[in-house]
């Protein structure tokens, strides 16, 4: 009797499931929309922009010292105190609060409540009267034009602080330190948490040359060759490459992968804040994935096939089934207990008893979409491990996708290892905390070659 429905089931999820040459496409597709990114020719019109960043070096073992990072990326930000000897790394941070008011008035109170808050944090640690230099970690658009220039391009996240659009970010954290008058910071390197990611790592293994998030969102960047990047406009001198920030996420957004959209995922697309942007994202990231397993269920339950047919208003509700459902159902053993996909479905309102056989089939909803997720991540991977070339590099990756999902790293191992050139080997590294530790990394290794520089010249 159940044979025929689970035909069906697997007829509903056969447009999730796709082979390597489905995926060797999307990795080649990708290759192709960042050579459009990095054109002077084509990039204005490109979806993956493929911003410069700016920093050329990764960090190689001698830095040493203590260096200050801001991570700055929502309504609290954090103040950090990296020490770094040898291949030790000491952390200490504190959590700064922005009031509503602050979000949203004049940029410049903003920037001063957040130097007041470095000038306490300096205060204590015992760091007045020392001069250190500071990485940061800036979470808005922004077009950067240098190591420690960004022009913030508009602000997200509930921001909206008069005079800051267009302005360069460090410019005015650096005027509301000198308002002070009393802390002697020097900011040298902003960054996005993706080039954070992949400095962090970078720090103990330096075959990393590629950064992944994976969380809320999706994004990578990794090092590029500069005779690549014909929007260089830095000096040409060794070392001869950059570190390029994808925005991956837009990949798609002119249609190039509508041939693994489903309808599901255009629907997704459609109700989302940003309807025909961020496709990329929108298939993989943790922000929609359980928004895509809920509307397969309710698809599934509409047929028929679990449920006995019956939607509960809650699966009916758009955003009600969690990302981190997924996670928790697919840790379940298929032992007859099903313990985490009984209390889920408990919670959604499913009628009791639930069979063992819908939690076997939504375990299964969420097993094709996530591995799906983790395909298309390998894909965009492979395409950036095939442009560096080297015989053995490391991916930094981050995000509470990666992180909490008991299958991803291995399904994406295994997945990225079998789309990359023969010859080619991988390792995959989580990343611990990359918009801190990085970002201080970043200003360690900037302070690293100036001093080289300096003494060179002298």
Known sequence: MMRPRVSKLSHVLSKYIHDDAVYAKVRDLLNCEMEVGLARSTNANATVKMFITYVQSLPNGTECGDYLALDLGGTNFRVLLISLKGSSVEMKNKIYSIADELMIGPGYKLFDHIADCIANFMADHELNGKQIPLGFTFS???????LAVGRLARWTKGFNCEGVVGEDVVTLLQQAIKRRGDINVECVAILNDTVGCLM??????????????????????YMEKLQRVELWDGINSEPDQVIINTEWGAFGDNGCLDFVRTDIDKEVDRTSLNPNKQIFEKMISGMYMGEIVRRLIVECASKGLIFNGHIPADLNTEGRFYTKYVSEIEQDEDDGEFSRTQQILDELGVIKPTLIIDCQRVQEICRVISERAAFLASAGIAALINRINKPNTTVAVDGSLY????????LMLQKTQSLTREGLKLHMMLSEDGSGKGAALVAAVAHRIRTTSSAHSS
């Open 403 to 410: 992180r909490f999902h008991p299958h991803f790293h291995n």
């Open 140 to 146: 808005f658009p922004c077009h950067q034009e240098g």
């Open 200 to 221: 962090s790592c970078a720090f103990s293994d330096h075959s990393t040359e590629v950064g992944v998030i994976l969380g809320t969102g999706t994004n990578a960047c």
